[in-house]
Structures are given as C-alpha cells and as structure tokens.
C-alpha cells in the first residue's frame, strides 16, 4: 500500500523542479539562430544574468551543466603548471580542483572536515607564506550542496586582501545564485561560475560564467584556452559566436521566463523567500534531531545553507530505507548523501520553485517515513515548521 500516487515532489538539489510556466515557454518551434527574436533574448538574458551576479562585468552562456562551467572558468585565466589553491568545504571544491588537475593545473587544497565553512584565517597565512606569488587563483564554493554549508565569501576576499596577494577569487555559485545574496562587484570576486538548474529554475544544459576586469586581464594571457570555452570568441559580432554555434534554443526561451518570474519577484523576495522555506526545514530537523538518530551536518547555524539541508542519519533506520519509503510510499525524492556522506545521510532541498505547501509536503513525507520506520521521538517536526512559518508570515 502507498499513497504516492499524485504528482511527485522532486526534493533533490538539482534538477529543481521547474516550473509550469518555464515548461511553456520553451514549447514552441525553432526559431532562425542568426537574426530576430532571439538575438534579443540572448542580449536580454545577459543582461538580466548580470544583474543577478551583481556585476557590470561581462557575462558568458555554455550549452554545458555546471561540470563544464568551471573547465570553462579555468581554462580562460589559467595556463599549464600553474597553482591554484582549493578552499575545501564539501565535495564540489574538490571536484573543481579535479577538473584543474586534468588540465594541468598544479592543484593545492585547504583541507576541511566537510561540516564547517571554509577557514579565512588559514587561507590568509597560506597566501602570505607565498612570497612568489605562484598562487594564480583561490577556488570555493559559496554553497557546497554535499556538506549543505555556506561560506562567507566577503570574508575570503578579506582574507585575501589581508595577505596582500593577488590571486584571482573563483566562486562556484551554482547552487546560491538567485537563492542567497551574492554580491560579485562589492564582494571583489573576479570569476563567478552558475548554471540553470537550481535557483534559476530552468531546465540543466546551461552554464554561466561571470568574469570581472581583473579576470578579463588574466585572460588575455591564458595558456589553456580552446576554441569552444574561449571568451574572446563569444565576444565575435555574429550572434551564433555567442555560443560558438548553434544555441540551445529552446532552454534559453526557458531561462527567459524564469528571469521573468524572479525578477517580477524581486531578488530581495526571491531570498526572504528561501530564507523562511530553509528556516522551516531546520527548525523540522531539529526536532527530529531529539531522537538521537539524526543530526545536522553542518554544526553551526550561521553556516547552514538555505539552499540544501545534509542531515546524517543512523542505522538504523538508515538513510537507504528512509529515500525509499518516501519515494514509493509518498512520492516525495528526497536527496541521497554524496561523496564521503553516501549511505550516511538524506538531503532535503529547498531551493528554486519552491513553496510553503511544497516543502510541507516534503517535511510531512519524511516525518511519515521516519515514525514508520520507528522514529516514534521524531514527531512534532512539520508542526514546529508550520508554528515557525505562521509567525514569519502573520496574517
């Protein structure tokens, strides 16, 4: 016996589910990729991307996910043999210091247990000891969907700044951008990385990147550069250059109505929106947290993002079991845990097209879950998220 049946609640960190509206929008014919309609909504879409970044820089699109993003992002500024430092916070750092070292990118990490952010103060001594300079840029991710933290990147660029050394600062916003406030200008990051799935709520197959002036510099003397991530070559006069050919037609009718529909919200709505939704979420988890069978994984409030929650989980009931009584009992797709976490933990996403309904939905299902396989202690969680939203959104 279930009750799934009904519309399923995707509740992973991406895909997100994408709206009603966006689906629409991209079901109609091809349109001619050298002139007309969709020049301007590529011009637009740019446009509107940069004010999402919070930069006056210049703006790049990839027919590519998030993987492609950062190759794309250092093979642009970075030659062979060059070091890059790895700011470690979770699994996708690491995964983009992967990418660097495959293209030859002399790879060095600050390491990190995966349950706090990232250490300014270590990174502040790493760059003074490097009296050379060998160090070309600082990598990190502002929200780490594997670990579920956020760091703080103002402070890293403090940090930065503090050692007096001038590497660039890459920042894989890929699941913060149009979720929690970046800052790209104010904040003095050179490079941002992004792409559709998550808070932009289109479909995967596209990736961004923003790049400032200090970026566009290093550019011009980047050793790694192909023809088909080259920055100088989308920047040619034809609108096709602006993909290196054909463009993904159909996702970018997509991604213009999702930008429609955040920016009718209004980015500050967008985050006060996220931040209730996760607030909800965590106040769920730590009542279900009184068990003893489950904890956040990031210790400290102020770095839990609102993006994604990491919850570890016991044997038993055992995150297996938990992912799936909710998917074919309820519906709902909760994440798994990734990398070091796989078969420790559950991933609850609240980001995107996400709402109050939907994410009750989700906290019901795994309450549901949870007492069926004998978290009787767990109970009590949605009714503390629904006492928490009631007094955040009064009447």
Not at 226 to 248: I, M
Request: hydrophobic share 45%; charged share 20%.
């Amino acid at each position: 016996m279930s009750v799934s049946n009904g519309r399923q609640f995707l509740s992973i960190p991406g895909p997100t589910t994408v709206p009603d509206e966006v689906l629409n929008a991209m079901h109609r014919p091809a349109i001619d990729i050298y002139a007309g309609a969709l020049v301007g909504i590529t011009e637009s879409c740019l446009e509107d991307l940069g004010s999402i970044f919070r930069t006056k820089g210049r703006v790049y699109v990839y027919a590519a996910n998030g993987h492609g993003a950062w190759e794309a992002a250092l093979s642009n500024v970075l030659s062979r043999d060059e070091r890059i430092l790895i700011m470690e916070s979770g699994s996708f750092a690491r995964g983009w210091g992967e990418t660097a070292a495959m293209l030859g990118i002399k790879v060095e990490s600050i390491s990190n247990d995966g349950r706090h952010a990232v250490d300014g103060t270590a990174l502040e001594a790493r760059l003074g000891e490097d009296k050379a300079g060998t160090i070309k840029a600082v990598l990190v991710v502002q929200v780490d969907t594997a670990s579920g933290v956020v760091n703080d990147i103002a402070a890293v660029r403090k940090a930065m700044t503090a050692s007096g050394h001038g590497a660039l600062l890459m920042v894989d916003v890929i699941a913060s951008l149009a979720i929690m406030p970046f800052e790209m200008d104010a904040w003095g990051v050179d490079v941002a990385v992004a792409a559709s799935q998550k808070g932009l709520m289109t479909p995967p197959g596209l990736s961004f990147i923003a790049a400032g002036e200090k970026a566009v510099a290093a550019h011009s003397n980047a050793g790694l550069r192909t023809f088909y991530w080259d920055w100088t070559g989308r920047e040619g006069p034809l609108h096709y250059q602006k993909y290196c050919g054909t463009p993904p037609e159909h996702l970018m009718f997509g991604l213009r109505k999702a930008l429609d529909m955040l920016l009718e919200e209004g980015l500050d709505n967008v985050f006060h929106r996220h931040r209730l939704i996760a607030e909800a979420v965590r106040r769920a988890i730590g009542v279900w947290a009184a068990s003893g069978m489950l904890e956040f994984n990031i210790f400290e409030l102020a770095e839990r993002a609102d993006s994604v929650t990491t919850i570890l989980i016991d044997e038993p009931p055992g995150a297996a079991r938990l992912l799936k009584y909710c998917e074919e009992k309820c519906g709902v797709v909760l994440g798994r845990g990734i990398g070091e976490l796989d078969g420790k933990a559950f991933r609850i996403a609240h980001m995107g097209h996400v709402n109050a309904p939907m994410i009750l939905g989700t906290l019901g299902a795994t309450e549901m879950g949870l007492t069926a396989l004998g978290v009787a202690s767990a109970k009590g969680g949605v009714e503390a998220a629904i006492d928490g939203l009631a007094q955040a959104v009064p009447a």
